[in-house]
């Protein structure tokens, strides 16, 4: 008998771990990768920046994965909502929780739900087309933008923002949204790190990308660039060194520009309706390392907020779940009987995509080695009596096609994402 695992998620946690499964078992395995949305890939799809091609293209990676005869993809499935995690033990011998980061950590200051205050995973949501964001989500209506934070994630919206439209327009960005970049008022874009160039999340690669930017100026205060002590390791001695190069150069008058600040944390967002401003005060170090106000303000004039600084997890209903850590409490994995989790649901939101690799292979071990046995329940029968129709692989092939077919009729790139989950639906219903 066939050892058959529910993965709940369709990310990479969950492809890898489906994988994991097929390449470990010593014996037949079945698995079903469940996703709530018409579309696997999770964030390769919806949180990896369009321009970023290359690490997009783990999707035929993960493709390849879901097309093993072992692995059967069952879209538009919901935890919570079509089943429970009782009716999963029911029908598998096993459950792995795969369901990522999908919700913005909170800044906790005054201001911080003004209209014009968003988290970048809206904002990179929307850019990449997600179904719970409409491309009028969002009208680049100001000239002064803050973006709050200086990792990864705050390095792509910096880029999409000092990007032209024409830069973008071969990538799969939704043509809505396409056109509103094209009619963006931003002209300078502030990204604001609470501490120096040593402490920056950002790795070199993605940061030198902001210095090949055609459309933007980028611009470091020469105070704010200096670093105490050199003995720094060689990522971070790069970004410094980066930095430090562009804090000697003068802009030269391109279009936008790009401000990247460092010893300064929002202490207020401003406005009465909107968002008008973003207070800041300089910061430093005390002595046991922590980030201190100086009392030093600072007012930026800017009409948008991009909060980005750090996703979380959010709880699956009836799964354990550490609102300390906002991760799933577990053991190399190991949830309860029978329950297992893997990628930044596991282990919080840290990582290259890869990491997740070697994060589900060791939740499978833990897995495999407690061979779970259990439910029987046909997984089948249980939706078609609720009216669930599990959208297929093929469904999404479907899906993948209308995307192609949509960006050879505009003339754009090799696929330009559906909006609305009515489209999608209407791609392979018709
Ligand atoms: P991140 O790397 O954790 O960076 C979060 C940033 O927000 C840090 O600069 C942090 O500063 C700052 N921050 C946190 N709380 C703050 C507050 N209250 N006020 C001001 N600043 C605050 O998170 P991320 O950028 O969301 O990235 C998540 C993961 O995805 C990372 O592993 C990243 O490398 C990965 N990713 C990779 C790529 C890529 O490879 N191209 C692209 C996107 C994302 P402190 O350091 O002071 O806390």
Redesign the pocket.
């Known amino acids: 008998m066939s050892l058959r695992v529910a993965v709940v998620g369709s990310g990479p946690a969950g492809i890898y771990t489906a994988e994991a499964l097929v390449k470990q078992s010593p014996g037949p395995v079945e698995v079903d990768v469940l996703e709530r949305l018409p579309t696997p890939y999770g964030l390769v799809r919806y ?3 369009p321009d ?1 091609t290359s ?1 997009k293209s783990i999707a035929n990676y993960l493709q390849r994965v879901l097309e093993l005869p072992q692995v059967r993809f069952l879209g538009g499935v919901t935890l919570g909502e079509h089943l429970s995690v009782e009716d999963l033990l029911s029908c598998y011998d096993a459950v792995v929780y795969c369901t990522g980061a999908m919700v913005d ?1 909170r ?2 200051i005054p201001g911080e739900d003004l209209p014009g205050s968003v988290a ?1 995973t809206d904002f990179v949501n929307w850019y990449c087309g997600h179904p719970d964001v409409s491309p009028d989500r969002f009208v680049l209506d100001s000239p002064e933008v803050a973006v ?7 390095v ?1 919206v910096v880029r999409v923002l000092a990007k032209t439209a024409e830069e973008l327009s071969s990538t799969d960005v939704p043509h809505d949204v396409l056109e509103r970049l094209a009619d963006s008022q931003v002209k300078a874009i502030h990204m604001i ?3 120096g160039p040593e ?3 950002f ?1 070199l690669k ?1 940061l030198r990308e902001l210095g090949e930017l055609a459309n933007a100026d980028v611009c470091v205060r020469p105070e704010e660039a200096v670093v105490l002590g050199a003995d720094f390791p060689r990522q971070i001695k790069g970004n410094i060194d980066v930095l430090q190069s562009w804090a000697a150069k003068p802009p030269v008058g391109r279009p936008r520009r790009l401000d990247v600040r460092f010893w300064l ?2 202490v207020e967002i401003l406005g009465t309706d909107r968002v008008e401003g973003i207070k800041l005060e300089r910061t430093r170090l005390d002595d046991d390392g922590r ?1 201190v106000g100086t009392g030093e303000f600072e007012t930026l004039p800017v009409g948008m907020v991009l909060r ?4 979380q997890s959010v709880a699956l209903p009836g799964v354990p779940f550490s609102e300390r850590t906002m991760t799933v409490p577990n053991e190399a994995g190991k949830v309860r009987d029978r329950e297992y989790v893997a990628g930044w649901l596991k282990r919080g ?4 995509i890869g990491t997740n690799k070697s994060d589900a292979a060791e939740t499978v071990r833990t897995l495999l080695a407690d061979q779970p046995s259990g439910g029987q329940a046909s997984i089948d029968d249980l939706l078609a009596r609720r009216g669930v129709t599990p959208i297929t692989y093929d469904d999404w092939l479907a899906i993948e096609k209308a995307e192609a077919d949509l960006a050879s009729s505009l003339g754009r790139g090799a696929r330009v994402k559906l909006v609305g989950l009515d489209a999608m639906l209407s791609a392979f219903r018709s």
């Open positions: 949180g990896v920046a970023h690490i950590r800044m906790g970048a709050i934070g200086v990792g990864n994630v705050a792509d790190g609470r501490r402490h920056a999340k790795t993605e944390r929002p980030v980005s600084v750090g996703y939101p840290t990582g290259v």
